[in-house]
């Protein structure tokens, strides 16, 4: 199998669905370019290159440069998509979502709901988020939570680019809004992908790593530190499951209701900051279905209660660690036994 990046899983998605079905359109930022300019009939794809090489491909028609205004935009592709096409937009920087968040969560996530089911809305919205990438507290935070918790938005959250093509691909082929969440730190983490055209079904959860002495749950770039923590502490004889939800809406329930009540132990990492975030929305659930299999109190580890840092150091100080998620394991593992 193919060893791809998660930039060339996204392009390899976008590109085929673009090649299966013409209503499947992009639309964003510098995701263009090149007009009326000497040398190459292209631009960068996005700040981080991961639509470059479509424009040349499908045309200016299929592959839409707009202005800076996510508000018009964003709410163009809510339209675009309840009158027969298939949008992929890209807001830059979820931070961004500021400017626009009226045309998705009081539009877009409701149009099928108040035409009383009769309207489809197949609009992907994809974003960037997450801290490490020296981008300072406007461009680096994990706002993924807010829009969990709006009603009609279906949240997506690749760990690795194997996931990224799959759950890209259903997402484009959903009927209802999708908001794609792509770390920018894991744009070069490379993995095995097929060539081949295939989905990830949402409100499935990958169990990673399974063990006997405790849960951890993860989200996004998160799982992989869970995952290289779980391998550390099976040196030493603790075993641990990690279960990427992939999708926040819908999230598989009861995959991690079934992992929790197993362990009896459990640690959430998500690098939101920590008020109302999915951490607490995820020991809520565990401690009101499955209290009496608990062993010890859950663990969470996530980012401050502060803006995102831009000083490096600060800012390695403010994301989740692997060591922060081994010490915790090892923590509950003592107060079980």
């Known amino acids: ?10 392009n390899e998605g976008l590109r085929q669905e673009m090649e299966r ?17 000497p040398g190459e009939d292209d631009a960068w794809g996005g700040p981080m290159g991961v639509t470059k090489g479509l424009m040349p491909q499908f045309g200016r028609e299929r592959v839409l440069d707009t202005p800076i205004s996510e508000s018009a935009f964003i709410g163009c592709a809510a339209g675009a998509a309840v009158t027969g096409l298939r949008p992929v937009a890209e807001l830059m920087f979820v931070d961004f979502m500021g400017v626009c968040f009226d045309q998705i969560f009081n539009q877009a996530a409701k149009f099928r709901y108040m035409f009383g089911g009769k309207a489809t809305t197949p ?39 194997y996931e990224a093509k799959g759950l890209l691909i259903q997402a484009i082929r959903d009927d ?18 097929p060539d081949e055209i295939y989905t990830i079904p949402f409100g499935e959860a990958n169990v990673s790593r399974e063990g006997d002495d405790a849960t951890v749950i993860a989200f996004g770039r998160m799982v992989n530190l869970a995952n290289e923590a779980a391998d550390r502490l099976k040196e030493s004889g603790i075993t641990v499951t990690v279960v990427d939800p992939r999708t926040t809406s819908p999230l598989d329930k009861e995959t991690i209701l079934e992992t929790a009540s197993e362990t009896g132990r459990v640690v959430v990492v998500d690098e939101a900051h920590p008020r109302c975030n999915l951490a607490t929305d995820i020991s809520a659930l565990i401690c009101e279905n ?43 593992v003592g107060k079980g036994h």
């Open 290 to 332: 499955c209290f009496d299999d608990l062993k010890a109190p859950i663990k969470q580890i996530c980012g401050h209660h502060a803006p995102v840092p831009f000083s490096p150091a600060l800012e390695d100080l403010y994301i989740p660690k692997v060591e922060s998620i081994e010490a915790a394991v090892r923590e509950l």
């Open 21 to 37: 079905d013409d209503s499947v359109i992009i639309m964003g930022e510098d995701i263009a370019g090149g007009m009326g300019s």
């Open 176 to 193: 209802d809004p999708v908001v794609f969440f792509e770390h920018k730190v894991m744009y070069d983490d490379e993995a095995d992908v």
């Open 123 to 161: 609009l992907v919205i994809r974003t960037m988020y997450g801290a490490g990438f020296r981008a300072a507290s406007q461009h680096s935070q994990c706002l993924y939570p807010l829009f969990t918790h709006i009603p009609g938005l279906k949240v997506a959250i690749p760990s690795n680019p």
């Open 1 to 10: 199998m193919p060893t791809k990046s998660f930039r060339e899983a996204i």
